[in-house]
């Protein structure tokens, strides 16, 4: 649910001033890198960090449904690294 509506305004080259008080709130400083997210009927603008951090609990919660550490997900990696240094 929105917190608070604010409007800007699309600039000739697509160019969107995000209003001060949400990019406070969100700490999106000049030069800060957010996401675009379309859905079916708008766009949602996120810091890039908010979307990493969705992503990085989506896995958690794969992993713990398949019954997987993170501690053995991090030594299958070691293994394949493995295998692929010595296959080249």
Excluded: C, H, Y
């Excluded at 649910?1 to 001033?17: I, N, S």
């Excluded at 810091?47 to 053995?72: F, H, N, Q, T």
């Excluded at 070691?78 to 692929?84: D, L, P, Y």
């Amino acid at each position: 649910m929105a917190k608070e509506v604010k409007l800007g305004r699309v600039q000739q080259r697509g160019q969107v001033t995000i209003p001060i008080k949400p990019r406070r709130n969100l700490d999106i400083e000049e030069g800060g890198v957010v996401t675009f997210i379309e859905t079916e009927n708008s766009i949602l603008i996120s810091p890039r960090e908010v979307l990493v951090m969705d992503a990085l609990d989506r896995v958690g919660r794969v992993l713990k449904e398949r019954g997987i550490s993170l501690e053995e997900l991090v030594e299958s990696g070691r293994e394949i690294r493995g295998e692929m240094v010595e296959q080249v």
